[in-house]
């Protein structure tokens, strides 16, 4: 975020806070730093709903201005509403009053009115269906915590300044989804040959919501944080995976032995039921599949994520781990090369296909 950014908002939420205690400014009293509230902007654009979207929002601090955007292959219109509001209140790290502006009425219904009723519902709607969108509207009443939020709507594609802004952020942004991978700028050969030497872990990641299962080879993954421990992994929208996680909200990351490579090729295949047939597993707290013979692992509930690229990075915090073996863990080195998305995985000049990693 922009410095200037960072200071204004952070001089706002400290006032904000001892006016919360002393309570509202006197009538006729001058208006100080402190009557000011964040503005934000935000809007959101699908083609095909569902289908690729984008994202745009603006906030402003006095003369500060902050633009974010981004987008995601498979999504909707309302996802993508609510997700320009997510990306905007999590870069507000202190309580502060906010003015949130708005074309989308299921946005500022769905936050005003509707889910204090869901939630005495147990997220189940009038019609007796689950809330679409719930893992998104948790989001948006968590970020929401803290902050005096006032809510406005104004009629979409009218004029109005911010509101185009946001809309021309968004639809710019679905852009570079709907871009096929040959119209996308080429990565350098120079560039390819530094990202092939990088060496990680590879690991095999497990997920489950109900009934369903599935595990993949994972290599793009990191410790983020100690205190509290946290570890992001890259998954791509189109593994099964990806969508066990965005359901479940949980993961597990399984280390291996150096002598596991057999082991670890049966989590190429796309049949989930074969990739688990013969092996010992058992459930995790998070219901998560905890494979037996692997070296360690850790179990992980999901409390961000992020879509920059082509790639969704979910931070998980770790909710419980044990390592079984005191052996060095199998890395991308002993298994033949770094993988490197729709480049292929390369050691050297040795290429494979991608699709190995499913």
Partial sequence: MHENFIREMGILSDVTRKNAVKGETKPGAKKTRSDR?????????????????????????????????????????????????????????????????TDSNYLLKG????????????????????????????????????????????????????????????????????????????????????????????????????TRINGMIASWVSQVSYAPPLVLVAVHPNRYTHELIEKSNAFALHLLRKDQKDFLERFKGPQPGAKFKSIDWVEGASGCPILKD???????????????????????????????????PLNTSDYGGVYLGKFGQVQGRRKFQPQEYI
């Avoid at 402003?60 to 995601?72: A, L, Q, R, Y």
């Avoid at 006032?150 to 300044?161: L, P, Q, S």
């Fill in 294 to 328: 692997s070296l360690g692992f850790i179990e992980c509930r999901v409390i961000e994520k992020y879509t920059p690229g082509n790639h969704t990075l979910y931070v998980g915090q770790v909710l419980s781990g044990r390592l079984h073996f005191s052996e060095d």
């Fill in 111 to 210: 936050m005003t009115e509707w889910v204090p009723v869901w939630k005495r519902n147990n997220w189940i709607n009038s019609r007796k269906k689950p809330v679409l969108n719930r893992d998104l509207w948790e989001r948006l009443l968590e970020l929401s915590k803290g902050h005096e939020i006032e809510w406005k709507w104004i009629k979409g594609h009218a004029g109005h300044k911010e509101n185009e802004r946001c809309d021309a952020l968004a639809r710019e942004a679905l852009q570079q989804c709907q871009r096929r991978p040959e119209e996308r700028e080429p990565v350098p050969d120079e560039w390819l040959d530094v990202l092939g030497c990088m060496t990680y872990g590879i690991y095999v990641l497990t997920a489950r919501y109900k």
């Fill in 37 to 101: 509230a964040i503005e934000i902007y935000c809007d959101g654009a699908c083609s095909g709903n569902p289908g690729p979207g984008g994202y745009g929002a603006i906030l402003k601090f006095g003369d500060t201005v902050k633009e974010i955007s981004g987008c995601h292959p498979n999504t909707t219109n309302n996802r993508m509403e609510m997700t320009a509001l997510i990306e905007a209140l999590r870069l507000i790290k202190r309580p502060s009053r906010i003015r949130v502006t």
